[in-house]
């Protein structure tokens, strides 16, 4: 009985090691919905709303194989916020896990608007960074304006009128969010 046993311990190390060696390390993604938070995004103090792209990594079998959740979501406001260029431009940020008490047990759970029995909690440890794009009058454009750490005074980084995208790349524990909002400065 312990021969046999080792000898499948020692078969499925083999096939683990072979996947690793020719196919490297397999990622695969799922989209589906799962315990996600949310953001409250203020452009001087004014709600913004955006779209978010939500993704969790889970590791399966650790160097081999590689669970990646993903969820689309948006956020609760206005989608595209216009703002004068002689006005400061302030864009503040918060992240927020949802736990619910529905079923009598304080539970971590997806966040929604739309429930009011959720308790929302901050979340401390965030890292965000920012990419700005456009600068165009006319329409939506690609070009490169910012690339780098996330700043809230955005004055100092857009100085022309222009429709800019914004985006916000949030991570935290093992979940990454890419939060993306459309800026007007006329």
Known sequence: MK???IILIISILIIIGGIR???GTINITLKIPFNNPTYVLKINDELVG???DIKKNKTFIPYVINLK???WLSTKGESRLTVKQEDNITLTIEAYNCFSNITGVRKLTACSYDNSKMELEE??????????RG???VGMTNTLIYDGKYQDDLKTIIKEKGIYTIEINAKHDDIE???HLVLEII
């Open 3 to 5: 021969k046999k046993l």
């Open 21 to 23: 060696i020719f196919f």
């Open 50 to 52: 955006g779209n978010l």
């Open 69 to 71: 959740f993903s969820t």
């Open 123 to 132: 979340i401390e440890n965030v890292k965000y960074s920012m990419i700005i």
């Open 135 to 137: 600068g165009s009058t």
């Open 177 to 179: 969010s890419i939060i």
